[in-house]
């Protein structure tokens, strides 16, 4: 197989890195937060808004999409991307995250794991073949093996046994994906370590994940409700014992504070819905801290959301008008406050970038972690 990520540098002070990934709808510039459109749509904006911010790659959701519309459908479109008019690359997870937050509906078993439709109770059977053909009928760019997760303080058997079906999973989930790419599909597939928040687990995971020699990994299991001195010091434990030259990728993180650890412990990729769902619950990402736009102070405030921010938003809007916004329940005020969050982060991880380019990551960390923490939001 071609190469498809190279690593451009690794920070002096960290393990931080940039690279470039390359995939069948353009290259991935990294460091990279990828937004949620869980329905292949980010909540609340439009793909030209997506593509004017920036951004290469966005994530959506094989559950959902299979239940509606329909993989058939969207293959019939052309994949995710003629479906949508997207036109640069997905990402799209397994399903294994919805599975198991919807547990009261599904059981797991080593054929695979049956579910009831959230929308209309029907009976469904995902198994990692079933989930690689659904993902390549999307066309995504990268898929994710179909996985079984598990939350945090459960008791080491049970985290063994999600384990080794995981394991399983995933040697029948690349069988597969290379039936696809002998017929022509394209996309990429990334194994899923597991192991919960045992250290032996995950160092079992990472050894088989690795040895399965597919394109890029991803480490499950984390932000599942663990404290976060809990997630970093497990995320960078995971992190060293797989391979350095391989793409490395962490599902469910998105404020700055997550994405800065995942950064220093050389991980490239991460994925989050909060900062859309906090802009539609009024809270802005800010230089200072986050800014909940529902505070009585900013009625009369006619001053930016961000004053060092570039963004339309900030550019165009104040405080007292965003406000009014959210206040009244208009559709524009979840809008502007979407576009404004991941205008913020995708400065914020071309700050990076730039950063460990000039070997500074650390000190650029600090800085703005110092700042954000503060919360001195005026």
Same mark, same amino acid.
């Given at each position: 197989?071609?190469?498809?990520?190279?690593?451009?540098?690794?920070?002096?002070?960290?393990?931080?890195?940039?690279?470039?990934?390359?995939?069948?709808?353009?290259?991935? *510039? &990294?460091?990279?937060?990828?937004?949620?459109?869980?329905?292949?749509?980010?909540?609340?904006?439009?793909?030209?808004?997506?593509?004017?911010?920036?951004?290469?790659? #966005?994530?959506?959701?094989?559950?959902?999409?299979?239940?509606?519309?329909?993989?058939? +459908?969207? !293959?019939?479109?052309?994949?995710?991307?003629?479906?949508?008019?997207?036109?640069?690359?997905?990402?799209?997870?397994?399903?294994?995250?919805?599975?198991?937050?919807?547990?009261?509906?599904?059981?797991? &078993?080593? *054929?695979?794991?049956?579910?009831?439709?959230?929308?209309?109770?029907? @009976?469904?059977?995902?198994?990692?073949?079933?989930?690689?053909? #659904?993902?390549? *009928?999307?066309?995504?760019?990268?898929?994710?093996?179909?996985?079984?997760?598990?939350?945090?303080?459960? /008791? @080491?058997?049970?985290?063994?046994?999600?384990?080794?079906?995981?394991? *399983?999973?995933?040697?029948?989930? @690349? $069988?597969?994906?290379?039936?696809?790419?002998?017929?022509?599909? $394209?996309?990429?597939?990334?194994?899923?370590?597991?192991?919960?928040?045992?250290?032996?687990?995950?160092?079992?995971?990472? %050894?088989?994940? /690795?040895?399965?020699?597919?394109?890029?990994?991803?480490?499950?299991?984390?932000?599942?409700?663990?404290?976060?001195?809990?997630?970093?010091?497990?995320?960078?434990?995971?992190? =060293?014992?797989?391979?350095?030259? &391989?793409?490395?990728?962490?599902?469910?993180? !998105?404020?700055?504070?997550? +994405?800065?650890?995942?950064?220093?412990?050389?991980?490239?990729?991460?994925?989050?819905?909060?900062?859309?769902?906090?802009?539609?619950?009024?809270?802005?990402?800010?230089?200072? !801290?986050?800014?909940?736009? @529902?505070? %009585?102070?900013?009625?009369?405030?006619?001053?930016?959301?961000?004053?060092?921010?570039?963004?339309?938003?900030?550019?165009?809007?104040?405080?007292?008008?965003?406000?009014?916004?959210?206040? /009244?329940?208009? #559709?524009?005020?979840? &809008?502007?406050?979407?576009?404004?969050?991941?205008?913020?982060?995708?400065?914020?991880?071309?700050?990076?970038?730039? $950063? #460990? $380019? %000039?070997?500074?990551? %650390?000190?650029?960390?600090?800085?703005?972690?110092? =700042?954000?923490?503060?919360?001195?939001?005026?």
């Amino acid at each position: 197989m071609a190469t498809v990520f190279d690593i451009t540098h690794t920070d002096s002070g960290s393990r931080a890195r940039t690279g470039v990934l390359h995939l069948p709808h353009g290259d991935v *510039q &990294t460091p990279v937060f990828m937004p949620v459109g869980t329905n292949a749509t980010v909540k609340a904006l439009t793909k030209d808004d997506l593509e004017e911010i920036g951004f290469e790659i #966005i994530l959506a959701n094989t559950y959902h999409l299979y239940l509606r519309p329909g993989s058939d +459908i969207i !293959g019939l479109a052309g994949g995710l991307h003629g479906f949508s008019g997207w036109r640069r690359n997905f990402l799209t997870d397994s399903g294994g995250f919805q599975v198991w937050s919807l547990s009261p509906l599904r059981k797991i &078993t080593a *054929q695979g794991v049956q579910f009831r439709s959230t929308i209309d109770g029907s @009976k469904h059977l995902f198994t990692p073949e079933r989930v690689v053909d #659904i993902q390549a *009928q999307f066309n995504s760019d990268i898929q994710m093996q179909l996985d079984v997760c598990s939350g945090f303080g459960i /008791a @080491k058997d049970e985290a063994e046994r999600a384990l080794s079906v995981t394991e *399983q999973w995933a040697i029948r989930a @690349k $069988a597969a994906w290379l039936r696809q790419r002998d017929q022509g599909y $394209a996309g990429l597939l990334f194994p899923i370590v597991q192991g919960n928040f045992f250290a032996d687990l995950r160092a079992r995971s990472a %050894e088989f994940v /690795a040895g399965l020699d597919l394109p890029g990994i991803a480490i499950g299991g984390l932000s599942v409700g663990e404290p976060a001195d809990v997630f970093a010091s497990m995320l960078d434990y995971t992190a =060293r014992l797989l391979p350095e030259r &391989t793409v490395k990728y962490v599902m469910g993180i !998105g404020t700055p504070d997550y +994405i800065l650890d995942a950064v220093r412990s050389g991980i490239d990729m991460f994925d989050c819905v909060l900062p859309t769902r906090n802009a539609r619950n009024g809270s802005y990402f800010t230089r200072d !801290g986050k800014l909940s736009i @529902k505070q %009585e102070r900013f009625a009369r405030d006619f001053s930016p959301v961000d004053p060092e921010c570039t963004c339309k938003v900030c550019r165009n809007y104040s405080r007292a008008y965003l406000r009014h916004l959210f206040k /009244a329940q208009e #559709i524009l005020s979840a &809008t502007l406050a979407s576009y404004h969050n991941l205008f913020f982060l995708q400065t914020m991880m071309r700050e990076i970038r730039n $950063a #460990i $380019a %000039e070997n500074r990551f %650390e000190e650029y960390r600090t800085a703005f972690l110092r =700042r954000f923490a503060a919360g001195n939001i005026r």
